[in-house]
């Protein structure tokens, strides 16, 4: 036998043996009035494979809809948070809620923000 020809038609059954194995099974019980076993060990196989998947893609779909990025309204440091939540302020210190996509100065009722401006006279 020449061994530099190609083997273009020699199966290698020991790379399927397992699989066919799993076929041949599922056929025989099958055959017996056991499908119900083998449908349900298939959905239970699809559901531990599919559950993860859309947990994972549920999850970064909330992410990207809660986090919010912007700037401190006192010393404007860019800061992130999540929607409904309280920071504070690397920068600044001032506590801060994240409310509908802003961040909000966390102040008491009744409260009056004054900003200082300086005035030049001539």
């Known amino acids: 036998m020449n061994n530099n020809s190609p083997n273009l038609f020699q199966v290698n059954l020991p790379r399927f043996q397992s699989w066919l194995t799993i076929v041949a099974i599922c056929l025989l019980l099958g055959s017996l009035g056991l499908g119900w076993l083998v449908k349900s060990a298939l959905v239970i196989i699809g559901l531990a494979i599919i559950t993860p998947i859309v947990g994972f893609l549920g999850f ?32 600044c210190g001032e506590i801060l809620k994240v409310d509908r996509g802003q961040l909000v100065r966390d102040t008491p009722p009744d409260t009056i ?4 401006v300086e005035v030049i006279k001539d």
């Open 60 to 91: 970064f779909w909330w992410l990207r809809r809660s986090i919010v990025e912007a700037e401190c309204p006192v010393c404007s440091n860019p800061l992130q948070g999540i929607n409904g939540s309280e920071i504070q302020c690397t920068n």
């Open 113 to 116: 923000d004054v900003i200082a």
